[in-house]
């Protein structure tokens, strides 16, 4: 079974930066499609950014310019550098891994809160 380790979340001031880090068990990085997604309470839980084995990107138009997705194949990481944060930001980050193959495979890391206020 795939596992996914979020890491990176915290308090921020509007307008500061943060890094999140997704450690995935196994070599699924390079070969799965990537993603992050948030849930803020008492709302359905969006994607942020994914980034396809190709390296193609996909953003949310709330953060487009503002965040970036990567990852490091030879470390099996993803990350999600988040910059100019906004309280409205403010959800827990879910890491994801999902490829199709005749069906679907996915998996989701716990979740890190990040929380922005000053």
């Known amino acids: 079974q795939v596992q996914l380790v979020e890491s990176g979340g915290g308090l921020v001031q509007p307008g500061g930066s943060l890094r999140l880090s997704c450690a995935a068990s196994?070599?699924?990085?390079?070969?799965?499609?990537m993603g992050w997604y948030r849930q803020a309470p008492g709302k359905q839980r969006e994607l942020v950014a994914d980034?396809?084995?190709?390296?193609?990107?996909n953003y949310a138009d709330a953060v487009k310019g503002r965040f970036t997705i990567s990852r490091d194949n030879a470390k099996n990481m993803v990350y999600l550098q988040m910059n100019s944060l906004k309280p409205e930001d403010t959800a827990v980050y879910y890491c994801?891994?999902?490829?199709?193959?005749?069906?679907?495979?996915?998996?989701w890391g716990q979740g890190t809160q990040v929380t922005v206020s000053s």
């Open positions: 994801n891994a999902k490829r199709r193959f005749f069906k679907v495979y996915e998996y």
């Open positions: 196994g070599s699924i990085v390079s070969i799965y499609t």
């Open positions: 980034i396809s084995s190709d390296g193609g990107t």
